[in-house]
């Protein structure tokens, strides 16, 4: 598939390129990011050169893994967004924001924009979330945006050469009001 550009009320959603390899570099930086992503650390300017200029729109070439970054009119980077394909029909995404521009509601609204769009494109039926146990603010997002937690993952998600625990939580289709792709029959309490 070729990038797509998404826009909301207040963003821009587009690929990352060669012009943001220093800003996304840049933004890697925040100790927060490091430690709440899988992304390396340290974050050295090579990681953001393969990531930008080879991981990007190799995802994007294979429909392997979906990657915006986030602009506000302003033209700054607020953050990034990836949907990667875990099995037919699932994806799941994962999200940043860049310090200056938390608390501002940005990751939430690409969020919906994301799903939505990844329901109705790609045609999946079930869009998973995970987070390290102890990332409140990503929970939030995930909560906030319509995500239902289905529990903890013991020793699921490795970071940095640990495995941790991690919240899982999905979003579907029906969660938008939007038809699934394929029947649905969930199970009975």
């Given at each position: 598939m070729d990038p797509v550009t998404l826009t909301t009320e207040r963003l821009l959603l587009r690929t990352v390129d060669r012009r943001d390899t220093d800003t996304v570099y840049a933004a890697a930086q925040d100790p927060d990011i490091q430690r709440w992503t899988t992304i390396p650390s340290p974050y050295r300017r090579e990681h953001a050169v393969g990531f930008v200029e080879q991981a990007v729109p190799e995802g994007w070439a294979t429909d392997s893994m979906f990657t915006f970054g986030l602009f506000p009119a302003s033209g700054e980077l607020a953050g990034m967004l990836g949907i990667t394909m875990r099995s037919p029909g699932t994806?799941?995404?994962?999200?940043w924001a860049t310090r200056e521009h938390r608390r501002r509601g940005y990751i939430a609204e690409a969020t919906r924009a994301a799903a939505h769009w990844s329901f109705?494109?790609?045609?999946?039926?079930?869009?998973?979330?995970?987070?390290?146990?102890g990332n409140t603010a990503s929970r939030a997002v995930a909560e906030h945006t319509g995500f239902t937690l289905e529990g903890t993952l013991r020793c699921a998600l490795?970071?940095?050469?640990?495995?941790?625990?991690c919240w899982i939580a999905s979003l579907l289709p029906s969660d938008l009001d939007l038809p699934s792709t394929a029947p649905y029959l969930p199970a009975r309490p």
């Amino acid at each position: 598939m070729d990038p797509v550009t998404l826009t909301t009320e207040r963003l821009l959603l587009r690929t990352v390129d060669r012009r943001d390899t220093d800003t996304v570099y840049a933004a890697a930086q925040d100790p927060d990011i490091q430690r709440w992503t899988t992304i390396p650390s340290p974050y050295r300017r090579e990681h953001a050169v393969g990531f930008v200029e080879q991981a990007v729109p190799e995802g994007w070439a294979t429909d392997s893994m979906f990657t915006f970054g986030l602009f506000p009119a302003s033209g700054e980077l607020a953050g990034m967004l990836g949907i990667t394909m875990r099995s037919p029909g699932t994806g799941e995404i994962g999200f940043w924001a860049t310090r200056e521009h938390r608390r501002r509601g940005y990751i939430a609204e690409a969020t919906r924009a994301a799903a939505h769009w990844s329901f109705t494109t790609l045609a999946l039926d079930r869009l998973e979330w995970r987070a390290e146990v102890g990332n409140t603010a990503s929970r939030a997002v995930a909560e906030h945006t319509g995500f239902t937690l289905e529990g903890t993952l013991r020793c699921a998600l490795e970071n940095n050469g640990v495995r941790r625990d991690c919240w899982i939580a999905s979003l579907l289709p029906s969660d938008l009001d939007l038809p699934s792709t394929a029947p649905y029959l969930p199970a009975r309490p």
